[in-house]
Nanobody, 116 residues
């Protein structure tokens, strides 16, 4: 069964850090590109960045460049989103996604709240 499970969300003060994890199962993890998205209340789901199958290539939207880092451990079937210097506008539910040959697979999401 193809599955993505996110964890690591929580509440943090502005300037703080969190690391999200996305554990994959049911397919050959190392073959695929993974993306992270987020959705704030009342807003559309937003692409944040991606990591290529080799782990070498990453892309980010401008608003998180220099603050967020995506990495992966192909031995653990896990993708990470390290978030530093968090801002209140980063508050959202964060999702990981993989584009499989059979279609997109999304995780259930994990809530991140940045507030003083």
């Amino acid at each position: 069964q193809v599955q993505l499970v996110e964890s690591g969300g929580g509440s943090v003060q502005p300037g703080g850090s969190l690391r999200l994890s996305c554990v994959a199962s049911g397919f050959t993890f190392s073959h695929y590109i993974f993306s992270w998205f987020r959705q704030a209340p009342g807003k559309m789901r937003e692409f944040i960045g991606l990591i290529r199958s080799s782990g070498i290539g990453t892309e980010y939207i401008d608003s998180v460049k220099g603050r967020f880092t995506i990495s992966r451990d192909n031995d653990k079937n896990t993708v990470y989103l390290q978030m530093n210097s968090l801002k209140p506008e980063d508050t959202a539910v964060y999702y990981c996604k993989v584009n499989l040959r059979t279609g997109d697979c999304w995780g259930q999401g994990t809530q991140v709240t940045v507030s003083s």
